[in-house]
């Protein structure tokens, strides 16, 4: 609050505080580390993503993405979030970001790992029997007429009655490998069934 004279009046100035978007979201933004502060820890204690990774082979890192999300407890939690539309790819980038922050991968793994992560999860949403799964942001938005269509795509026949049969994103064995690949066929069905019970009987 402020005093001015005008014309041998003294009038007051109320300011009012302008918010802006920090204070909307309860952020401080002078409550973060300052630049440069990360290079004045001891190299004798080094964050996680600062060590060696712990896994170095793709087909050892995806072999323990798999494990984790088939936990009965992540997995019940997984078909939820999938089935309430979010994006499968948003769900692979929480994950692998995870494991980069606790040591797991490098950037480089993880940038290997995206695309297997996703198709373990088109897996588990329809063995979840999720039909409708959001595979990017934006997808139900993109025009099918203004898109390119890649060399692998078959030309339909207009001549021809035939039903098209819309092919499934099943998981293959360049992209998984060869061992996961088994798992994913044998193993989840099973699993991701007893999450589902489970899940039902919650329900109830």
């Known amino acids: 609050m402020a005093e001015i004279d005008v014309n041998n009046k003294e009038v007051e100035l109320k300011v009012k505080p302008q918010s802006n978007q920090f204070d909307e979201v309860g952020v401080n933004p002078f409550n973060a580390p300052v630049p440069g502060e990360s290079l004045t820890a001891s190299p004798d204690t ?14 050892d890192a995806m072999r323990a993405v798999y494990m984790e999300l088939t936990e009965q407890t992540t997995l019940r939690k997984l078909i939820n979030i999938i089935s309430e539309g979010v ?3 948003e769900i692979a980038q929480v994950i692998l970001y995870k494991g980069y922050r606790s040591g797991k991968f490098n950037p480089d793994m993880v940038l290997l790992l995206a695309e297997p992560t996703i198709y373990l999860l088109i897996s588990i949403a329809d063995y979840a029997d999720i039909k409708d799964y959001v595979l990017y942001e934006g ?3 993109d025009d099918p007429d203004t898109q390119i269509p890649g060399d692998d795509v078959t ?6 009655d035939d039903e098209v049969v819309e092919e499934k994103n099943e998981p293959t064995e360049e992209v998984l490998g060869e061992s996961l690949l088994a798992k994913v066929k044998q193993e989840l069905p099973s699993k991701v ?4 019970e489970v899940k039902e009987e919650v329900k109830e």
């Open 139 to 141: 997808e139900q938005e």
């Open 46 to 59: 080094p964050t996680a993503w600062e060590r060696p990774p712990e896994f170095t082979d793709q087909e």
């Open 193 to 196: 069934e007893a999450a589902v």
């Open 87 to 89: 994006a499968l790819d």
């Open 155 to 160: 030309p339909i026949n207009m001549d021809e």
